[in-house]
């Protein structure tokens, strides 16, 4: 019997570790992650109504703006309960500008379903957020969505996935039907059909069709062989009785799923309901629980220190998300180790204060339910912390523990923005203020040449995003600057034996420090180095320390348009000191200073973000698209066709993207669409980033 949502949110949250699984979905935009979602939190009776992406009726994209935008902005977390296991699992965005989003949650997580368009195949977001879970050692599952459109093929997703994220695809479905058609799946572990008859609520599982049987055989016997080339266990079975029973496969797909060796590959359509319960099997049976993941690390008093998934350990916890709501400030936990309860008071080791936890809530996206405590191996929400930002690390007062922090890419894109009305400049203000302490990718600053506020994030639509927030929840009118670009500044040619004296007689003490530096290109166009080539101890070593501290100090602005350089190498060659007035800070200011002047006399570039884009469009349109790519400085680096439509991709610079969704939709009436994602800088064009940093004309924030 399916139950209501708010009964499944009172799950006992003392639930045994072995039976936790905390896992998030991943996917492209588009590929169907929400609606897999939504017909997980179905199928396990947690909601008794499907939710729909296109009606804007799903638990999970609950926000405004997702609903009107029909895509997921905002990871969101739900908890459900299948096979007397209870599931945790975060909904992550799909949308290259909200790769933040995704970073966070793949930092607190113990597995994930990476789901892939059956037409489409691995996109270049599937792609991002593959490599996102890689670094982060994230065991995952795949499952191959829309089995049921027109050009699905589950051999050609699966070969894309072989090609272009390169682990052994292990497949253990075969589809039965193909496009419309599509009604079930073979299992191939336990060689059984299951299949969902159209208007069936519940799977039916029946002998493998007799048409496909003999395909079925042939694919286990290729399942088989491709266990048993990565597993002991399974080779040793194969290669004495040849073949490899139910248990054994089981086995060893889940040691290698956990391994990372190989990705177990399922197959269904979300849309119509059909794969899920396999999919929720497989969840159960290869993803890890907290208990098999290695303990989290972390630093106590700059020593290394584990601490085990154990209820009885001291508390350690990361908080993931913060978001304001009408019931207050939530931050979300991911609890390592030890507990708490509510009223208990933790330490924030990054704040370094103490915090009372005033209420914890067990979250089903933006409905909570209270609960009495949260233990190890949990995802939770808590109210009553004032000071925690992402990434903070909340720990026992008398066990302090600093976890590291999820990474934080460098926002790319900016726009200067300003309250309509003067009076309400203190009330942008602010909102600001906890726009950023939400999202640490979207970072605030204040010009300080124009005075502008200026509002800096991942891209065009996350910032466009962030705006829309600050007008819907504190009802303020916002004007805001055509998006500017974060533009790089490199060396082309260097300069050797640049010497530069910093001498200052005020009275008193002194300063002086000579240095002798050498400046040169790195060969990556990123980066910063700096080495000491002084011999005889003319420049003592705590100077030279200075002097790196002042190079550094000077990258912030180069010489040809006030921006961040990079991508050099400073050696210090010579120098002097005066027994009287060298010190640490004559010394970073010689370093400051003389870098500062010998980056005027080098040869330098200025460098641009650019994108690597991928367009797909109706193939009457390519040479439309191919234009208007090469007009905005586009280079082409591949073109393919695939179910009818074109796919262009190509390297184009950020800066000459704005507005580009627009004129796409028009060239195309609005069959073609885009994603994009960041690759780096490269050399831009003379007369490009001129006047960066003076101020933008203001247009009014609209939906």
């Known amino acids: 019997m399916r139950t209501n949502l708010n009964a499944n949110l009172n799950t006992n949250i003392n639930t045994p570790l072995a039976v936790v699984r905390n896992l998030g979905i991943l996917a492209h935009v588009d590929a169907g992650k929400t609606t897999v979602t939504e017909r997980i939190l179905y199928a396990t009776g947690t909601t008794h109504k499907r939710g729909e992406v296109h009606d804007g009726t799903t638990i999970t994209d609950f926000d405004p703006q997702e609903r009107d935008r029909g895509i997921t902005i905002f990871a969101a977390a739900v908890s459900c309960t299948w096979d007397g296991h209870r599931i945790n699992l975060i909904d992550t965005p799909g949308h290259v500008d909200f790769a933040d989003e995704v970073e966070r949650s793949l930092r607190v997580l113990d597995g994930a ?285 008398d066990a302090p523990l600093v976890l590291e922090p999820p990474g934080v890419a460098d926002p790319v894109v900016s726009v200067a923005a300003e309250a309509r009305r003067s009076t309400d400049t203190d009330r942008l203000a602010s909102a600001l203020g906890r726009l950023a302490e939400e999202d640490p990718s979207l970072v605030v600053r204040t010009d300080a040449e124009t005075g502008q506020t200026v509002l800096s994030g991942m891209g065009e639509l996350h910032l466009e995003v962030a705006v829309e927030k600050i007008r819907r929840d504190s009802g303020l009118e916002v004007n805001v600057g055509r998006p500017r670009v974060s533009y790089r500044e490199t060396v082309g040619r260097g300069v050797s034996g640049y010497v530069f004296r910093h001498v200052k007689q005020d009275g008193g003490a002194g300063q002086f420090a000579h240095v002798v530096l050498d400046v040169e290109p790195l060969e990556t166009e990123s980066g910063f180095e700096f080495r000491s080539a002084v011999v005889g101890g003319r420049v003592p070593q705590e100077y030279v320390r200075a002097v790196e501290a002042g190079c550094r100090d000077a990258l912030a602005e180069g010489p040809l348009g006030g921006h961040p350089v990079t991508g050099l190498r400073v050696t210090l060659t010579d120098g002097a000191t005066h027994v009287k007035d060298s010190s640490d800070t004559a010394f970073r200011t010689a370093g400051r200073l003389g870098l500062r002047d010998a980056l005027r006399t080098c040869a330098m570039v200025l460098l641009e973000p650019v994108v690597e884009v991928t367009v797909t469009v109706p193939e009457d349109a390519v040479g439309g698209v191919l234009g208007d790519l090469a007009a905005r400085r586009g280079r082409v680096t591949g073109s393919t066709t695939r179910a009818g439509a074109a796919i262009v991709t190509a390297t184009v610079p950020l800066a000459e993207l704005f507005g580009y969704a627009t004129r796409l939709r028009s060239r195309t009436q609005g069959r073609g669409s885009f994603t994009s994602r960041p690759t780096g800088y490269a050399p831009a064009p003379a007369g490009a980033g001129a006047g960066a940093g003076a101020a933008a004309p203001m247009t009014t924030a609209t939906r």
């Open 113 to 397: 379903v990476a789901v892939f368009d059956a037409v489409a195949g691995v996109e270049p977001q599937s792609e991002s957020v593959w490599r996102q879970a890689d670094r982060h050692g994230v065991p995952r599952i795949a499952f191959v969505n829309k089995l049921d459109r027109a050009g699905a093929d589950l051999d050609t997703a699966v070969a894309s996935i072989r090609e272009r994220l390169h682990p052994a695809p292990l497949v253990v479905q075969l589809p039965i039907g193909a496009e419309d058609g599509f009604r079930g799946v073979v299992d191939l572990v336990r060689m059984r059909a299951l299949v969902w008859a159209d208007g069936a609520e519940a799977v039916v599982e029946e002998p493998v069709p007799h048409d496909i049987r003999e395909e079925a055989q042939r694919r286990r016997r290729l399942l088989e062989e491709a266990v048993a080339e990565l597993h002991a266990g399974a080779l040793e079975e194969f290669c004495a009785r040849s073949t490899v029973t139910p248990q054994t496969l089981v086995t060893a797909l889940r040691d290698l799923t956990r391994t990372g060796d190989g990705v177990v590959v399922l197959c269904g359509s979300a849309y119509r309901n059909r794969g899920i319960e396999p999919l929720l099997d497989a969840v159960v049976a290869y993803l890890p629980s907290p208990l098999d993941v290695p303990a989290v690390r972390g630093l106590r008093d700059d020593v290394d220190e584990e601490r085990p998934a154990d209820p009885q350990a001291p508390f350690a916890a990361l908080a993931f998300k913060v978001s304001a709501t009408a019931t207050g400030r939530l931050t979300y936990l991911r609890v390592y180790s030890g507990m708490i309860e509510k009223g208990d008071t933790v330490y924030d080791a990054g704040a370094r204060r103490t915090e009372r936890i005033g209420r914890i809530l067990r979250v089903q996206a933006d409905r909570h339910a209270q609960v009495d405590r949260a233990v190890a191996g949990d995802i939770v929400a808590v109210v009553g912390l004032k000071s925690t930002r992402p990434g903070s690390t909340l720990c026992a007062p």
